[in-house]
C-alpha cells in the first residue's frame, strides 16, 4: 500500500458529532478522533464537561465545539447539527454514544420507564441520524457509530429495559446501514462492561466487581480506549468497506459476566 497501512487510519481535517462526549466513552472517542486529526462536536447535558473534552480535543490542535444537548430533546438534536453545519459546513462521523439504563424487575418496570429506556438508547440515536445523513452523504460518504451493550444479546434477569432498547439499536444499524449504502456507513459497537461512572453500582461493590473480572474472559473490566479504538476504526477509512455490522467489544464474554438476581415469582 503506498501510504502505508497507518494512513487509513487517519482522520484529518473530517468533522465528528460525539453525543455523551462529556466523559467516559464519548469523551475517549472524541480525544481519539482528535488525535487521529477530526474536529469534534462535543454533545452532552453537563457543559462544564463537554468543554473540558471541547479543550483537550484543542490541545491536538484540532477545532472543537461544545454543544450542550439532552439527547431525548429533540430541538437539542436540531441544534447540535445546526451548530455542527454552521461552524464546518460538513460532518464525515456521527457516533451515537449517549445512552444507558440502570437494571430493574420486569415487574418493577413501568410502561413510562421502559418507553423511557427505548427513547434514551434508540429514538434518539434514530433522529440524530435522520438529521445527519444528508450531509454526511456529500462528498466521499460518511460513516455513524452507534455505541450499543452487549446487553442487547445476553439474556439476564433485570435487563429488560435497556436489553431490549439495546437489541434494537443494533437491528436498526443493520437497517440503516442497507438502506444509506455505499454512501452513509452504519455500525454499532456492543461493548462489554466498561470502567464508567455508568457501572458504578458494579465497580463499587467488591463482590460484583470481582464476579464481572472472573466472568470476562480476558479477566479484566473493559477500558474506555478499547471502546475508542473500535470507534476509531468505524469512523476512518480502514473500515471503508463495513457497514451494517456489530462489533463485540467484551473481553470475550458470551454469558453475562455479572448477575443482578430478580425477586422471584
Known amino acids: 500500500m503506498a501510504d502505508g497501512i497507518l494512513e487509513l ?10 453525543t455523551g462526549a462529556g466523559r467516559g466513552i464519548g469523551r475517549a472517542v472524541a480525544l481519539a478522533f482528535a488525535e487521529a486529526g477530526a474536529h469534534v462536536v462535543c454533545a452532552a447535558r453537563t457543559r462544564e464537561q463537554i468543554e473540558e473534552t471541547a479543550d483537550a480535543v484543542r490541545g491536538y490542535g484540532r477545532r472543537a465545539l ?8 429533540r430541538e437539542d438534536l436540531e441544534a447540535v447539527f445546526a451548530a455542527t453545519r454552521a461552524e464546518f459546513a460538513r ?3 456521527l457516533v451515537n454514544n449517549a445512552g444507558g439504563w440502570p437494571p430493574r424487575p420486569a415487574l ?5 420507564n421502559f418507553e423511557a429506556a427505548f427513547r434514551f438508547n434508540v429514538t434518539q440515536a434514530f433522529l440524530l441520524t435522520q438529521l445527519c445523513v444528508p450531509l454526511l452523504a456529500e462528498g ?4 455513524v457509530v452507534n455505541v450499543s451493550s452487549r446487553a442487547g444479546g445476553l439474556v439476564q434477569p433485570s435487563f429488560v429495559a435497556y436489553g431490549t432498547a439495546k437489541m434494537a439499536l443494533n437491528f436498526m444499524t443493520r437497517q440503516l446501514a442497507a438502506e444509506f449504502a455505499p454512501k452513509v456507513r452504519v455500525n454499532a459497537i456492543a461493548c462489554g462492561g466498561v470502567e464508567t461512572d455508568a457501572l458504578a453500582v458494579v465497580l463499587t461493590n467488591p463482590t460484583l466487581r470481582k464476579q464481572l ?9 473493559g477500558r474506555v480506549e478499547d471502546i475508542a479504538a473500535c470507534a ?14 456489530i462489533f463485540e467489544i467484551d473481553g470475550g464474554a458470551e454469558q453475562p459476566a455479572f448477575t443482578l438476581p430478580a425477586p422471584p415469582l
Not at 66 to 73: F, G, I, M, Q, S
Not at 232 to 245: E, F
Open 9 to 18: 487510519f487517519r482522520m484529518d481535517d473530517r468533522v465528528a458529532i460525539v
Open 66 to 73: 461544545a454543544v450542550p444537548c439532552d439527547v431525548t430533546n
Open 91 to 93: 460532518l464525515d462521523v
Open 108 to 112: 418493577a418496570t413501568s410502561e413510562r
Open 140 to 143: 466521499d460518504g460518511g460513516a
Open 213 to 221: 473480572e472472573e466472568g470476562t474472559p480476558m479477566k479484566r473490566i
Open 232 to 245: 476509531l476504526y468505524l469512523a476512518s477509512p480502514a473500515s471503508a468497506w463495513v457497514t451494517g455490522k
